[in-house]
């Protein structure tokens, strides 16, 4: 709890750089995927949250391919000496490929975090071409993808930002964490913080970079305990991301989970959940 919160606020601190990019790509058949799923080149990358890793994203990934829906091609390790490595493998012709993105550091300050998946996504498109791009993350991993877009919106080296899934983002820092009203009434309440953190304030300021046309799947957990949080993150900072993107976005959708598998470890293994995120992305 103590790390996260200097993770949210202390934004600051030094980067470490990208020294170095390595690519060991193997030859594969790309899978056929079922027809039911809209079939296009938009790559899906997926990021963890802080104290996550490859963990922590398997389970939805692993769910969109055995649906059919879509197709693991690269995993992207940062490591700490500033390489970054992709392994798998490309093909210009595949469909709905899916990326992992892995930080050997999981506890970096959130700059750090923003930076490196901002150089990730430099790569995908100077390397392999990728154009448009879904990003689905889990808890900081939420914040780290909403941040970038925020900070880098008007880059022209990144691909276009298509759709976003964030699930039990903790984007207003741990306020709300202990809020006594019922789960009735919180879900009735406007998702305009009642504090701003200073995270969140600075998020703020640039609203307006954030790119045109996202559509946005916002998982939000409760398990129930009578204080309105999924074990970490409360409930009304999970849906503050709807007041900072508020009339920026070209759809917002909002999924609200309770109980013991909407704990905040959970609800990325949540097979609804995975199976809402196949949905809204494919």
Known sequence: MIGATVVLIGAGGGSTKITKVTSQLVPHRAKTLRNQYQKSDTATVFLHGYNGGAYSTNYLINKAEKAGAAQKALVVHV???????????????????????????????????????????????????????????????SNDIVNQALK???????????KVVTIAGPFDGLTGYLNAETEGRVKQLAAKPVRFTRHFSEMLKYRKNFPK??????????????????????????????YLLRDRLAGYHEEFYSGAKAAHCALNQNPKVAQSMIEFLW
Not at 112 to 141: D, M, P, R
Not at 152 to 159: E, I
């Open 79 to 141: 490591y700490k000496n500033g390489v970054m490595g992709f392994k798998g493998y490309w093909e210009k012709s595949m469909k709905n490929p899916m990326v992992q993105i892995v930080f050997q550091d999981s506890h970096a300050s959130q700059k750090t975090q923003v930076y490196w998946l901002h150089q990730v996504l430099v790569q995908l498109k100077s390397k392999y071409g990728v154009t448009k791009y879904n990003a689905v993350g889990h808890s900081l991993g």
């Open 152 to 162: 880098y919106g008007h880059d022209h080296r990144l691909p276009t930002l298509n």
């Open 213 to 242: 046309n996202v559509q946005l799947l916002n998982v939000v957990g409760d398990t129930n305990n009578g204080y309105n949080n999924d074990g970490y993150v409360g409930v009304a900072s999970a849906r503050s991301v709807s």
